[in-house]
């Protein structure tokens, strides 16, 4: 009796079972292309194990697609090689195996479709092309780490992006003559004394840097303020906690998430002593009128010199600075840290690496085209037990489509 109540009680395991695996969603890839042929596997494997469809379901599919996305121009001929080429890629995945590219007229289409679906986020088609393109390397990682690679946040995985072509013969970007790019130090008070350590005519790439014009007492009571007015972070990354604390606060009426890498940061309203610290440093980078202020602050603090950020660029979408010129403005608070500098591409002869010493209330800017041609990071330093705050501001250009300040673009 006792074996048979367990054989009942296997063969009841094994139906619910086998209704799971009836049930379960069967998406094609992680793009949401649609449903899997619903052919029945010849190898007698489960799903996700090698099987073949008939042509006949394959014109099925592709005639469904063409159905669903007119938009895409695509014919059905076009639809089934790309469904084909897609399931031979899942099949290399699931075998370990690297996956395949696509054609930039798969990307094309693949934009135009998400510009039909999607009209509210407002991107062009090239935007929609770069930001598919960088949810597929992410993925890829993703893949990746999960068959033993690493990676987590800012300064994980993220390497040198593949290389543009340059846009105006031996220049990377057109001269800033053209685009009416303003640097902060032409804008500025004449009595502050801005550098530019970085000066890359070619690229449109420009570094500023501002020795601290306030005293120490000032930078003394603004550390403080900052510090203890903070709602600090330090959040999970694939390999941990990020090598230092965080916290992302944005103008009143914003609700951007701050994501980059596998790290999720939820927002902050500017508090008051915010409003009080923009004063001083954006009348230093001639910013008087509050309504030209940035309406984003990423903060960073790092408690020693084991803390620290590899290299990244800032390129979200949220900032646009792979495609326009954008600023950055830092300040630095507390104990000194070096900064540096790499070009993604440095031509021959030219110096890859610059470093700076940012000290307690120092200023510095990323203004142009930085974030596309250029990678930044702050290093370890076992030697340093001082504590320093960083205040990154810049300014949201394309907000999440759930965002208020979004949806009341001026």
């Known amino acids: 009796m006792i074996q048979g109540g367990r054989g009942r009680r296997s063969r009841s395991r094994s139906r619910r079972r086998r209704s ?21 596997p010849r190898d007698g494997g489960r799903w996700g194990g090698a099987k073949e469809y008939t042509e ?22 076009q639809w089934k090689e ?24 798969e990307w094309r289409a693949w934009a135009k479709k998400k510009m039909a679906e999607k009209p509210e986020a407002g991107f062009s088609e090239d935007q929609w092309v770069e930001w598919l393109k960088a949810q597929d390397a ?30 105006c013969g031996d220049l990377w970007e057109e001269p800033r003559s053209k685009t009416g790019l303003q640097l902060v130090g032409q804008r500025a008070p004449t009595t502050t004394q801005w550098q530019y350590p970085l000066t890359d005519e070619s690229r449109r790439c420009f570094a500023g840097f501002l020795p601290c014009p306030l005293d120490q ?30 916290a992302w606060m944005v103008a009143s009426g914003c609700e951007c998430t701050y994501r980059y890498g596998s790290i999720e940061v939820e927002p902050q309203t500017y508090p008051p002593w915010m409003q009080h610290l923009m004063r001083i440093i954006m009348t230093c980078c001639g910013l008087p ?9 990423n903060l960073n603090l790092y408690e020693d010199g084991g803390m620290s950020v590899g290299w990244h660029s800032d390129d979200e979408m949220l900032f646009q600075g792979k495609f326009r010129d954008i600023t950055i403005i830092s300040l630095s608070l507390g104990q000194a840290r ?4 790499r070009a993604n591409w440095p031509d021959a002869g030219e110096k ?59």
């Open 217 to 246: 007492a000032t930078c003394s009571d603004l550390f403080e303020k900052v510090r203890d007015g903070t709602d600090w972070k330090q959040p999970q990354g694939r390999l941990g906690a990020i090598p230092r604390k965080t």
């Open 352 to 410: 890859a690496v610059r470093r700076l010493t940012l000290g307690n209330g120092d200023i510095m800017t990323m203004e142009g085209m930085v974030q596309k041609h250029y990678q930044h990071r702050v290093p370890k330093e076992e030697d340093v037990n001082g504590a320093r705050i960083n205040l990154t501001w810049r300014w949201i250009l394309k907000h999440s489509p759930r965002c208020p300040a979004g949806r009341t673009r001026r």
């Open 82 to 105: 790309h469904l084909k080429k897609k399931e031979q890629e899942n099949r290399r995945w699931r075998q370990g195996e690297r996956g395949t590219t696509y054609t930039e007229e």
């Open 289 to 297: 009128n509050q309504a030209d202020w940035p309406n984003s602050c």
């Open 20 to 40: 799971r695996e009836r049930d379960r969603p069967r998406r094609f890839d992680d793009r949401g292309e649609g449903e899997r042929p619903r052919a029945a």
């Open 56 to 77: 006949e379901e394959w014109d099925k599919w592709a005639a469904q697609k063409v159905a669903e996305s007119p938009d895409s121009g695509w014919t059905k001929d």
């Open 338 to 341: 070096r900064f540096e500098l």
């Open 138 to 167: 992410e993925k890829r990682r993703q893949r990746s780490r999960s068959r033993g690679g690493k990676g987590q946040g800012k300064g994980g995985l993220k390497g040198v992006p593949p290389m543009p072509e340059k846009e």
